[in-house]
C-alpha cells in the first residue's frame, strides 16, 4: 500500500466532490480568521483522512492526518505538553 501524501497542492482539492471535505473552523475562533479549519475526507483515495488548513488561506495547502495521528495530538494539547514556563 502507497503512504497518503502529508500535504496536498489546494485545499480546493479537496472540495471536490471527489473527496467531499466538509469545513469546520474551530469554536475557539476569532472573528479574525486566526484559527484552522478541519474536513474529514469522506471519499476517494484519502478517504478517513482528516485535512487542516489556516482559516487566513483557505485556497492554500492543507495539511493530511490519519484520525489516530489527529488524537494523539489533541490529547497531547489538551494535557499541556506544549505549554511553556518562564
Not at 471519499?43 to 484520525?67: C, N, Q, T, W, Y
Request: glycine fraction near 10%; charged fraction near 20%; hydrophobic fraction near 35%.
Amino acid at each position: 500500500m502507497t503512504k497518503p501524501p502529508r500535504h496536498v497542492l489546494s485545499s480546493t482539492v479537496l472540495n471536490s466532490a471527489t473527496h467531499g471535505a466538509r469545513w469546520q473552523r474551530s469554536s475557539r475562533s476569532t472573528g479574525m480568521n486566526n484559527c484552522i479549519e478541519t474536513a474529514g475526507l469522506e471519499r476517494g483515495p484519502l478517504s478517513g483522512m482528516l485535512a487542516v488548513r489556516d482559516s487566513k488561506h483557505i485556497e492554500g495547502p492543507a495539511l493530511l492526518f490519519s484520525p489516530t495521528t489527529w488524537d494523539t495530538f489533541l490529547g497531547a494539547v489538551r494535557g499541556e505538553a506544549f505549554r511553556t514556563y518562564d
